[in-house]
């Protein structure tokens, strides 16, 4: 079975700088998807970005981006210009592209904005 | 956008009651999942339903059972609630496509007294 770790409970950031969250997996597939969803205080869990496995480039999305390392399962991510409104509980999540429907996710790690 | 939404966001029952939560989608997705989510352990699979009338059991199935009787809602039902159910509850819905994320509701914070 697939397992995702989240080895960082909590993480601070001062605004406008950089931070990133770290995310490792366990899988024998080959190919499948990695997401990061945001979940801010009271409020819906929103996609941040997602990786194909079988892409090398690594996602971009705005200040967001991925360092995904295959060979050493791990999936990162990174925000650049930290805002007060990225204050939210981040959760890394797998899925398989054999066994589609299900999100295998991490425990989530809380990170906290400074101004 | 998506739309799913949970019939409460917050709701109070109390221990051996029948429970009822109900998650209402609106873009006609196949697949539609119940997860509990608790400090320190992310969120687990509770059950999913890959179309009307079907459903999966997910990781943590025991204590719950699903309903989805018609496309756009997915009822989760506690038989006998008990305490250690308190918990938030949160519902998603896909599309089945291999590139499409899950999309989801605000949650249901249950407290079960």
């Known amino acids: 079975a697939q397992t995702v770790t989240q080895s960082q409970p909590e993480m601070s950031v001062q605004e406008a700088e950089t931070v990133t969250l770290s995310c490792t997996y366990d899988?024998?597939?080959?190919?499948?998807?990695l997401f990061w969803y945001k979940q801010p205080p009271s409020r819906q869990m929103i996609l941040v970005i997602r990786?194909?496995?079988?892409?090398?480039q690594n996602a971009t999305e705005n200040r967001f981006s991925v360092n995904f390392q295959k060979a050493a399962k791990s999936f990162s991510l990174k925000i650049s210009d930290s805002q007060l409104g990225d204050a939210a509980m981040y959760f890394c999540?797998?899925?398989?592209?054999?066994?589609?429907?299900?999100?295998?996710f991490g425990a989530g790690t809380i990170l906290r904005v400074k101004s | 956008d998506v739309k799913v939404t949970q019939s409460s966001r917050y709701l109070v029952k109390r221990t051996g009651e029948k429970v009822f939560l109900e998650c209402v989608q609106d873009?006609?997705?196949?697949?539609m999942f119940w997860y509990r989510q608790d400090p320190g352990l992310g969120l687990r699979l509770i059950y999913f339903?890959?179309?009307?009338?079907?459903?999966e059991k997910g990781d943590i199935p025991e204590g719950y059972s699903v309903s989805r009787e018609k496309k756009e809602r997915f009822s989760l039902i506690l038989e006998s609630a008990s305490t250690n159910q308190t918990s938030m509850y949160l519902c998603?819905?896909?599309?089945?496509?291999?590139?499409?994320?899950?999309?989801f509701g605000d949650g249901t914070r249950l407290s079960i007294l």
């Open positions: 873009m006609d997705h196949e697949n």
């Open positions: 998603a819905s896909r599309l089945v496509r291999e590139d499409q994320p899950q999309h």
């Open positions: 339903s890959y179309d009307v009338k079907m459903k």
């Open positions: 999540a797998y899925r398989s592209t054999t066994y589609g429907n299900k999100l295998v």
């Open positions: 899988t024998s597939e080959s190919d499948y998807y």
């Open positions: 990786q194909e496995a079988y892409k090398q």
